[in-house]
């Protein structure tokens, strides 16, 4: 079954910068299909920080940043911020499931 | 701007069915799609499925393939999710967001407010 793996936490200091994997395969990053990223504040619903691989919503800070490579994608922010603290989620698009995937998803904790 | 707004939540016994509506606003409703999401408590996101905008065709993930239907209604610009035979694990928040993709799921950009579905005896 195809996955989009990524680390289940992380944490860095205020002023920091981190970056989270999400690690593909063959079959949907490898493939060429666009990852996105999600971010999903405590008790609200998600909200799109990326897409296309590195485009930004209006409104989106551009301490937030995103790359790709291979099978594997990564979301990047610098300048970390205490309301930068939430859940992040990458997504692709999958050819052998037909459908849509997510990665399980990485909490961010800010020192 | 773009709103979704949906329904309630529900509890429902297991084996019982479960109709979540999701009213879009703000945009052009043949111009998106709708994808719906649930996140079980605690637990990460599951893309559930997606239906286009035009002749109602729509890509639904295995996991749910069967007991799931996806709707819309263009008059009202309102998607609908129904999920049948609940089960225990079925018990989460469903989300729908709007859905880029004409042809099939691509990214979602705007999202509803979720709507907890608890399955329980």
């Not at chain 1, 860095?12 to 981190?18: L, N, P």
């Not at chain 2, 079980?40 to 893309?47: D, R, S, T």
């Not at chain 2, 309102?78 to 089960?87: F, G, H, Q, V």
């Amino acid at each position: 079954q195809p996955v989009l793996t990524q680390p289940p936490s992380l944490s860095g200091a205020q002023g920091q910068r981190v970056t989270i994997s999400c690690t593909g395969s063959s079959s949907n990053i490898g493939a060429g299909y666009g990852v996105q990223w999600y971010q999903q504040l405590p008790g609200t619903a998600p909200k799109l920080l990326i897409s296309g691989d590195n485009d930004r919503p209006s409104g989106v800070p551009d301490r937030f940043s995103a790359s790709k490579s291979g099978t594997s994608a990564s979301l990047a922010i610098s300048g970390l911020q205490a309301e930068d603290e939430a859940d992040y989620y990458c997504q692709s698009y999958d050819s052998g499931l037909s459908g849509s995937l997510f990665g399980g998803g990485t909490k961010l904790t800010v020192l | 701007q773009v709103q979704l707004v949906q329904s309630g939540g529900e509890v429902k016994k297991p084996g019982a069915s479960v109709k979540v509506s999701c009213k879009a606003s703000g945009y052009n409703f043949m111009n998106y799609g709708i994808t719906w999401v649930r996140q079980a408590p605690g637990q990460g996101l599951e893309w559930m499925g997606w239906i286009g905008p035009n002749n109602g065709e729509t890509n639904y993930a295995d996991t749910v393939q069967g007991r799931v239907t996806m709707t819309t209604d263009t008059s009202t610009s309102t998607a609908y999710m129904e999920l049948r035979s609940l089960r225990s694990d079925d018990t989460a928040f469903y989300y729908c967001a709007r859905d880029k993709g004409l042809g099939g799921p691509l990214y979602f950009d705007s999202w509803g407010q979720g709507t907890l579905v608890t399955v329980s005896s």
